[in-house]
């Protein structure tokens, strides 16, 4: 695994196959497909940036790099994607091979290029808050408290906006200090960007032009006009905060039998239009704080009165959820609004009821957008997480705008698609495959929004077919990718960051050893896992844990070694041996079993999949386990019932809750109050060192992850009951031991599972 985590740490790349199968028929066989999780920003002191421009191919329009053959006497280089000879340009006449620039440096497969002469100049960041208001008062004064202190923390040259909504939406005017005003729109019906510039009056006293695109300070619209809406967050400091503390609970009066009317579609719609006029192509971020289900106008998720409830999982499987297909077209169109102008839509949703997440994935997850899901504005789940976006730490975010990501291979690889928060550009090239799984049908693509830890999955496809022609080409066994990620730096200027690798190919049956030797089975967990929640959402009737299964057997029975039809002789290369554990805690986690979450969570979760890297995905799918006990220094364990004994304490970290779990004896102990007396210093120390490492864990994790702390045979036990592999049941004939625990369940234990898997693998 180490030299995997060596490449990753290097150039922020896992690949499922480090060697790739040669051909079309090799790579179908291998099962899992030939794909990379890459993170485009992944921090890392050692990649120079370069202050100059960087020299492009001129047929494929690749950047140089070090895997280019370099001519110093005729000062030509070849391009290793589609072998077109370059000449240097002038300023690179000094090169030799004791003289080289950066990007020609072996170790350096990554570089930044920061030139400004072509970056024209750095932009300020736009903040728009859109903040609910149909809230009980305290869950209002909560939110007051987290915007106001997020407020203080943004940098003194970003740019705000301000807009409440409930029954109606409002713009507020902070440019306006001597008295509180702003626009009120109707949450019944969309508004337009012309709307928006009429009734706004943008051009007040001034003739409208009548031609062209009226957009921002360069296209008609004067700096006035637009400081109104958004002004530098050092200059209305003031009058936001007036605003935020004199925030009230929508005004409109609910029946008792009625849920509160709350237009959330419209009041999207206007701050995308409104950023669409002000700052088109500038980074901007909506950030929606959101504390209820729409009701109200487009985008709506349920109607008004209570006795219709929210749909859930069923409702959308038997398509009676009338307005879902309605709204989820509406974000679509926001979504498309939004990445046209280079803007994020951030989600804060924050309610005991679902708010329309499911529905609002779409724009979300296409702008590269954070999201976040508590039960209140009050739980440290929301407001820690809103204010680890702005402070600067160590594990701050990081966040950058207006990313564009760019691909190029070897000609006998295409692209598939990617998962992940990006959306297509369209851009055809001989490099789109023909077959489309995520954001497809282009070698480029757009992230309006990214950070240091946005990770894509990128899905290949081998293009190469078997025949006489493809002998000739063994001379060069090595495959080329290059990743260009086009952004604009959280400083404010435009980078461009360019991660070229190679990676050998093997053809034939000959090579199965070395692709074992080449395959990552954590990156293969992950891509599947993204793989399984693509298509449970984009094919009708497809069942996932089926389709998982037929996989690992394939797999099992390609790359295990086994004599035919004798099970007990079956077994897999170290480089495979977890595969199956993950793929059985996949198939119970809640990307697959969905029926325990509502439609929101569900949402949620996959967003998250599809945006962390590697090692976070593992956890998501297979949370670890420490225990703490008298008798050993704290030791991971396997996630099994097991592990519970009456005088050990558990930390489950499952990434998005944390769980300390007290077995029944400590748990008395410390209901006695021992850890406060003399003599029981270890006792405290014990209890103690689970709370230090789940604070570690959730001092660098974002969104911050939800902390459980609870007794064996307590009610919230469920919380790692759940997670275990359920090896003694209540039906089972081994008992547990003194102090150990039984789960109620019919579900498979891991030992039946592998049994299974051994019997049909070997047939």
Not at 287 to 307: C, D, R
Not at 628 to 639: D, G, I, K, R, T
Request: net charge negative.
């Amino acid at each position: 695994m180490s030299e995997f985590l060596d490449l990753e740490a290097q150039d922020g790349i896992r690949m499922t196959w480090n060697v790739i199968p040669g051909t079309k028929q090799d790579a179908t066989n291998c099962v899992v497909p030939v794909s990379a999780i890459f993170t485009p920003l992944k921090p890392n002191p050692a990649i120079p940036v370069l202050p100059y421009a960087p020299l492009r191919c001129r047929m494929c329009h690749s950047i140089l790099n070090s895997f280019s053959i370099v001519d110093f006497v005729a000062k030509i280089w070849v391009c290793p994607f589609c072998f077109q000879r370059n000449h240097f340009p002038q300023h690179y006449s000094s090169i030799s091979e004791n003289n080289l620039p950066a990007e020609l440096f072996p170790q350096y497969t990554t570089v930044e290029y920061a030139s400004t002469a072509e970056m024209g100049p750095v932009a300020p960041p736009v903040f728009l808050f859109v903040v609910d208001t149909c809230m009980i008062e305290e869950e209002i004064g909560y939110l007051k408290s987290a915007l106001a202190q997020a407020i203080e923390l943004l940098p003194d040259q970003s740019l705000v906006g301000f807009i409440t909504f409930g029954t109606y939406v409002q713009v507020h005017e902070l440019g306006f200090g001597l008295l509180p005003k702003s626009y009120v729109f109707k949450g019944t019906k969309e508004v337009t960007k012309e709307q928006i510039l009429d009734q706004m009056s943008f051009f007040a006293g001034k003739t409208k032009p009548t031609t062209g695109v009226i957009a921002g300070a360069r296209d008609g619209l004067s700096t006035e006009s637009i400081a109104r809406f958004l002004l530098p967050a050092s200059e209305c400091e003031f009058v936001l905060n007036s605003v935020i503390e004199e925030l009230q609970k929508d005004p409109w009066p609910v029946p008792a039998d009625k849920r509160s009317s709350r237009c959330t579609g419209v009041a999207l719609s206007v701050a995308a239009s409104l950023l669409g006029v002000c700052v088109p192509g500038s980074g901007a971020r909506i950030m929606a704080f959101v504390g209820g289900p729409s009701t109200e106008g487009p985008g709506s998720i349920v109607s008004k009165s209570l006795s219709e409830p929210i749909r859930s999982h069923k409702d959308l499987d038997k398509g009676s959820a009338p307005l879902y297909n309605k709204a989820v077209k509406f974000y679509e169109d926001i979504s498309k609004q939004l990445v046209n102008q280079g803007h994020v839509l951030d989600l804060f949703a924050c309610a005991l009821d679902q708010v329309g997440v499911a529905e609002m994935k779409v724009a979300v997850e296409r702008t590269g957008g954070i999201v976040v899901l508590a039960e209140s504005f009050g739980h440290s789940v929301f407001k820690d997480s809103l204010r680890r976006i702005f402070q600067s730490s160590d594990n701050d975010l990081d966040l950058s705008f207006n990313g564009i990501f760019e691909i190029n291979c070897s000609k006998d690889v295409k692209i598939q698609g990617i998962i992940g928060p990006c959306t297509s550009l369209e851009k055809k090239s001989p490099l789109s495959s023909d077959t489309v799984i995520g954001q497809g049908n282009t070698s480029a693509w757009k992230m309006c929004g990214l950070d240091r830890k946005t990770s894509l999955c990128l899905i290949f496809d081998i293009a190469k077919k078997d025949g006489p022609e493809s002998i000739g080409q063994l001379a060069s066994n090595q495959f080329y990718f290059q990743f260009l990620t086009y952004y604009q730096h959280h400083e404010g200027q435009m980078r461009l960051r360019a991660t070229t690798l190679s990676r050998k190919w093997v053809a034939g049956s000959g090579g199965v050893q070395e692709l074992i030797a080449g395959f990552d089975q954590e990156a293969a967990a992950a891509v599947m896992a993204r793989l399984v929640s693509f298509k449970m959402e984009a094919e009708a009737d497809f069942d996932p844990i089926r389709w998982l299964d037929r996989a690992l057997i394939s797999l099992c029975s390609k790359f295990g070694d086994y004599h035919k039809e004798t099970p007990s002789s079956f077994s897999l290369s170290p480089r495979l041996s977890i595969f199956p554990q993950f793929i059985f805690n996949l198939r119970r986690s809640q990307f697959v079993q969905v029926f325990n979450n509502s439609p929101d969570e569900t949402a949620y979760f996959t967003m998250m999949l599809n945006r962390e890297n590697v090692a976070n995905a593992v956890v998501m799918i297979q949370p670890s386990l420490i225990s703490y006990s008298f008798q050993s220094a704290p030791e991971p364990v396997l996630l099994d019932v097991t592990a519970i004994a009456a005088d050990r304490i558990l930390l489950l970290d499952s990434y998005f809750t944390v769980v300390i779990f007290h077995g029944i004896t400590i748990a008395q102990w410390r209901k006695a109050g021992y850890q406060d007396q003399e003599g029981h210093e270890a006792f405290a120390q014990l209890l103690q060192a689970p709370q230090e490492e789940a604070d570690a864990i959730i001092k660098e994790r974002f969104p911050v992850p939800r902390l459980v702390v609870c007794d064996q045979h307590g009610s919230q036990a469920r919380f790692l009951l759940a997670k275990l592999n359920p090896s003694v049941k209540y039906n089972s004939n081994n008992p547990p031991p003194p102090g150990g625990d039984v789960i109620f369940t019919d579900d498979v234990s891991f030992q039946v599972f592998m049994d299974h898997l051994q019997r049909l693998a070997v047939q």
